[in-house]
């Protein structure tokens, strides 16, 4: 594979083209590397990555107190742990150099944000303060010394971020400069600071230290920088001895998603493309890359020299190389559900991952083969269920699986209905590998009783039974023409064309779209217009999204409050494009035979509606496991039959039952 030969940044001799982008991880306390941080990275170059990023690391005050900070000389002995411990995983590594600008979160710290212009960011709502041109002066410094840190803390390159929205480019960007100084004003003054900051950074480290820049190949932004300008900022930056581009799409604030589930894989690769043929050194592909086939073309077509994937190797860090070896259905999918990294980021919170419990907790969970082999039941094939079975089977168990429908998965296959949420499939397909790899005994339409569980003599059983959906208590909720979510997801009832939804939490938002979607282009193509925004797309848009049916959604609060912030604005935005009626702050009176009555402040009302879809959350088939609590030796509840969850919990909760085992 393409994806396998060695390639050159600079001086530096890459194993293979695959690249782990930096990532904050909020894994670190007041910007010093931690030992979670080292083991995770020790980890991924175990998994053979040709070369691993770091970061964002900070250059000044402007960092997370998660993040790496290599703002300073004391920073550079953890730095130099973890360069080498990535050295000795066997990947080469660099660190980013990161400064906010406006999106700098530091006010929580009581740090004023600085940017080019005092003009407030979406992202925080903060408004900066203008940066002085003396400033501006020593924040190019900053990022000299903190290159020159990186070089000595044993680091093989260093990356500069000028993407996503960050200092860098909000200098570029005519958006966010507004000066009239040497830095702003025409294209070539807002090129000046990024331009002074890779001269500078290539004069601290020699001539033959690798330096690679992150760049936005399009802002995304109306009004903003496209590719044209894009291509002429990277011709400069080459002149200045930058020796590779890692091309991202657009910033933070764009309304073109770039990172959610929706966005077709590889959809940002003709950014990367662009800019190649533009410049002579070498550009690595990003976003939405997730599977060694993808990266294999996009290498082959000519699209990019090297490929980027992070969510990936945050999933399964053994990637690499189970791709160089040819075990590809043994790689655990990202699925881009952003709910265990992104969203953490935004949040504030640690990174960890859906399907891979293990992320960021490396040295915590390391599977030890079971001293005995037990036979152990699963009941349940969801997805706490499908995961318990395949850790206890990686120790060494006997499992056997018992699942009542005659399909595993579970909600995962119901949550891969909605237009734009395929992926979760590809965890259901890796999962029913794992288990056919791994022995596990799966029995389909078995139902688990307390009597045939004992009956079966098992040492251990894990209860994963699932949830069932809630019917409130709403008059005329018995009607014939109200339905449940999950019936209508999984295909057993059909919907009328005015319908009703019931809920506005995230199984009410997605049958909401998938309803409103009917009759409609699918999402990939939905996508690529909503990409091209241009004016003369709109009338397609429209039609691309205007669907057969009347849909209204009724919230009792706000809407999609459980959905994580990376992808509540793209569900949000799609449902408005999608035509769907949106009512929060409303309670349902009574269901009738022609509509539904619902009361909205001191007001009551009706919508019509041939079909009422509820989607009023579940409720956990927790019968089981008390039954068995007194009968079985070992016994585990996990996922919904505690109570209803998120999958991410659901999964995890499996893995320890099946680590402990
Ligand atoms: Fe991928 Fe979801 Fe894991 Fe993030 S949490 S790495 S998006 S699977």
């Known amino acids: 594979m393409l994806l396998f030969s060695p390639v050159k940044v600079g001086s530096l001799q890459l194993k293979n083209r695959l690249v782990m982008p930096a990532m904050h991880l909020g894994y670190c306390r007041d910007g010093e590397v ?19 990023i770091v970061g964002g690391c900070a250059v000044d005050e402007h960092g997370y107190p998660s993040m790496i900070s290599a703002a300073g000389d004391r920073y550079i002995p953890g730095l130099a742990r973890l360069a080498a411990a990535i050295k000795e995983g066997g990947s080469a590594s660099a660190a980013q150099l990161f400064q906010p ?21 979406r992202l925080t709502g903060r408004r900066p303060r203008e940066l002085t041109t003396g400033e501006i002066h020593r924040l190019i410094d900053a990022f000299a010394r903190a290159a020159f840190r990186v070089k000595q803390a044993g680091f093989d390159a260093v990356e500069v971020i000028a993407s996503a929205g960050y200092l860098i480019s909000q200098f570029l960007s005519p958006l966010t400069n507004q000066r009239q100084d040497e830095f702003g004003g025409d294209p070539a003054r807002r090129m000046h600071f990024g331009l002074s900051v890779a001269r500078r950074v290539r004069e601290a480290v020699g001539a033959e230290f690798p330096v690679i820049f992150r760049i936005s190949g399009h802002e995304f932004m109306s009004g903003g920088n496209t590719t044209e300008e894009i291509i002429l900022f990277c011709r400069q930056l080459e002149d200045c001895g930058v020796d590779m581009f890692n091309v991202t799409g657009g910033w933070h604030e764009t309304p073109v998603p770039q990172i959610t589930m929706d966005v077709p894989r590889g959809a940002f690769v003709y950014l990367a493309r662009q800019i190649r043929q533009a410049v002579s050194v070498p550009v690595t592909a990003c976003n939405r890359i997730n599977h060694p086939a993808l990266a294999e073309k996009i290498l082959s077509d000519g699209s990019a020299d090297l490929v980027g994937m992070a969510r990936a190797l945050i999933a399964d860090p053994d990637l690499p190389e189970k791709a160089r070896t040819g075990k590809w259905e043994e790689i655990r999918p990202c699925i881009g559900c952003n709910q265990g990294c992104l969203d953490a980021v ?16 490396e040295s915590a969970h390391r599977l030890q083969p079971a001293l005995r082999a037990k036979r152990v039941l ?22 056997t699986l018992w699942e009542k429908s005659g399909r595993l998965g579970g909600q995962l296959n119901l949550a891969a209905v909605p237009p734009g949420r395929g992926e979760f499939k590809t965890l ?41 959906p809630a019917v409130p208590q709403i008059p005329g909720v018995h009607r014939p023409h109200v339905v449940q979510a999950h019936d209508l997801l999984a295909g057993r009832v059909t919907a009328g064309r005015r319908v009703v939804v019931a809920g506005g939490g995230a199984v009410g938002c997605e049958t909401a779209l998938f309803l409103a979607s009917r009759g409609t282009l699918d999402a990939a193509a939905f996508y690529f217009l909503a990409v091209n925004r241009a004016e003369q797309m709109e009338k397609l848009l429209a039609l691309a999204t205007c669907g057969a049916g009347e849909v209204t959604l009724l919230a009792r609060s706000a809407v999609g409050k459980d959905i994580g912030q990376s992808t509540r604005w793209v569900i949000m935005q799609s449902l408005h494009r999608f035509g769907v009626r949106v009512i929060s702050e409303a309670g349902i009176v009574s269901i009738d035979e022609d509509g539904v009555l619902y009361r909205k402040g001191e007001r009551e009302k009706k919508v019509p509606a041939d079909t009422v879809v509820l989607a009023a959350g579940s409720l956990a088939n927790s019968m089981l496991g008390e039954e068995l609590k007194e009968k079985v030796r070992e016994i585990y509840v996990v996922g919904d039959a505690i109570a209803p969850r998120h999958a991410m919990e659901a999964i995890a909760e499996g893995f320890c039952a099946g680590e402990v085992l």
């Not at 929580?108 to 003009?119: C, K, N, R, T």
């Open 101 to 121: 600008g406006r999106y700098s979160y530091a006010y929580l710290e009581g740090i004023e944000p600085v940017a080019p212009s005092a003009l407030a960011s």
């Open 378 to 399: 699963v009941v349940g094939g969801g997805p706490a269920g499908m995961e318990a079975a395949r850790v206890a089977a990686v120790r060494g168990h006997r499992v």
């Open 34 to 52: 931690s030992t979670r941080l080292v083991d995770f990275y020790a980890r991924r170059a175990e998994g053979g990555a040709g070369l691993i």
């Open 346 to 361: 935004f949040g504030r919170r640690d990174v960890c991952c859906l399907v891979n419990p293990r992320a960021g907790r």
């Open 428 to 468: 259901v397909g890796y999962l029913c590998g794992q288990l056919d790899r791994l022995g596990v005994e799966v029995c389909l339409n078995r139902e688990a009783t307390a009597e045939n569980v004992t009956a079966g003599g098992f040492d251990a059983v894990v209860v994963a039974a699932g949830a069932q």
